[in-house]
């Protein structure tokens, strides 16, 4: 495909997305109907796709219009490249520019220009105070690909001399001991014999941070509250070895958990919510909670616009509701501990604090916060503490 035909091709797959569509499968779908789609067009075109979402509001400001085509107009002005050479009909590129495409609309401002929604861009600037338009115009560019060594299967040396050897360069990140970030060769990474075997997994280094926090030892009975896909808890299995528990409300979240433990070498058992009560307590509880994503708008861009007041509000009852239900499975004496990848204060700070007024016996051993201007994902954890004799 020629540069203009891929995005003649991010077109049409934003203009489904804006319709509603998820990026993932309006990607796919394109995919498919698309078997003239070589890999490097197919990685070009999600590239262009997800640089547009993350950038949505002010290209379409920049473009004209909230459309496929209105976008990758507005991301070529932003890169002071002459969008006649794309829009040109040629090469089965998009089509010549109309008069009214053509012409230039003022430049965005204030939230619209760093890409965060109105209504949202008030309660982000108090939460991130004067890093505020830092985190913003972080989130408007490409996430790193951080990995995460397998420290039960080999040091990061060994890691970074195995992966080098398959064309994969990379170097130590600061924010966690485990933690190396891609340099080279990313998109190879799935099929390298290093990842096969379970000596790296993907994961943010903050990501890594928050586990790396946790007074985890050997022998402790602990339960992944959330597990979702697992991330936390194959890290969890991985700093000691564990009786390891992993439950969460949708189970199908957890499909994928079974062959990344296998990979690792590691052993958990799935609860069904059912089983919580008479499997616990727990000597330490994770609650990775759902949260709005602010943290990792930059690999799910879609997440910022999809975002609504009433979503937000929805979800301060979700984590409240878990933080119970988590800290009623935490034994006397035990740990519990509050994760987000949010870099909301009504996410984080704000429901732990609440947790601690209403509930006696618990104390805040530990807080750490991480955003994403610093070159992870936005990320936040408490570690709270029962009373041995806690109620
Ligand atoms: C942030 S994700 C977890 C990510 C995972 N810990 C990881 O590191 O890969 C949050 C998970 O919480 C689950 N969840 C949502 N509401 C829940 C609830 N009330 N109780 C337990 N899990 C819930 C979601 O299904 C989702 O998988």
Redesign the pocket.
């Known amino acids: 495909m020629t540069p203009a035909a891929r995005l003649q091709a991010a077109v049409e797959v934003l203009d489904q997305i804006l319709e509603g569509e998820p990026a993932e499968k309006a990607l796919t779908s394109w995919g498919r109907r698309s078997r003239f789609a070589g890999s490097k067009d197919r990685a070009a075109v999600r590239d262009h796709v997800f640089s547009a979402l993350r950038c949505q509001r002010s290209h379409a400001a920049l473009g004209g219009a909230r459309s496929g085509r209105g976008l990758v107009l507005g991301a070529l002005r932003e890169a002071g490249q002459d969008p006649d050479d794309v829009f040109s009909g040629q090469g089965y590129g998009p089509a010549p520019l109309t008069e009214a495409e053509c012409q230039l609309p003022s430049p965005p401002a204030g939230a619209e220009a760093l890409d965060i929604p109105d209504w949202l861009w008030p309660e982000f600037s108090s939460s991130l105070g004067d890093q505020a338009e830092a985190a913003a115009l972080a989130l408007r560019g490409r996430a790193p690909v951080h990995l995460r060594v397998n420290i039960a299967r080999g040091t990061l040396a060994q890691a970074q001399t195995a992966l080098a050897a398959e064309g994969i360069a990379t170097r130590p990140h600061p924010a966690a001991a485990t933690a190396l970030e891609v340099t080279e060769g990313a998109r190879k990474l799935r099929n390298t014999k290093v990842y096969q075997d379970g000596l790296v997994e993907l994961q943010d280094a903050a990501?890594q941070a928050v586990t790396a926090l946790l007074p985890l030892q050997n022998g402790m009975k602990v339960l992944?509250?959330?597990?979702?896909?697992?991330?936390?808890a194959l890290a969890m299995a991985a700093q000691a070895k564990l009786r390891l528990f992993v439950?969460?409300?949708?189970p199908r979240?957890m499909k994928d958990l079974p062959e990344r433990a296998a990979r690792a070498g590691v052993q958990v058992q799935q609860l069904l919510t059912a089983d919580l009560d008479r499997s616990g307590p727990f000597d330490l509880v994770l609650c990775?909670?759902?949260?709005s994503g602010s943290g990792s708008w930059r690999r799910a861009p879609e997440g910022k616009w999809r975002l609504t007041p009433e979503n937000l509000q929805s979800l301060h009852q979700?984590q409240a509701?878990?933080l119970r239900k988590a800290g009623s499975l935490t034994a006397p004496g035990g740990t519990l501990a509050y994760a987000t990848?949010s870099m909301l204060n009504s996410e984080n700070t704000e429901q732990v604090q609440k947790f601690l007024q209403e509930n006696r016996g618990w104390s805040l051993a530990a807080q750490q916060s991480w955003q994403v201007q610093n070159g992870t994902d936005g990320f936040f954890v408490a570690v709270l503490t029962r009373a041995k004799g806690g109620c």
């Open positions: 990501s992944d509250y959330c597990a979702g896909g697992g991330g936390k439950h969460d409300a949708d979240r990775d909670a759902p949260c979700v509701d878990i990848c």
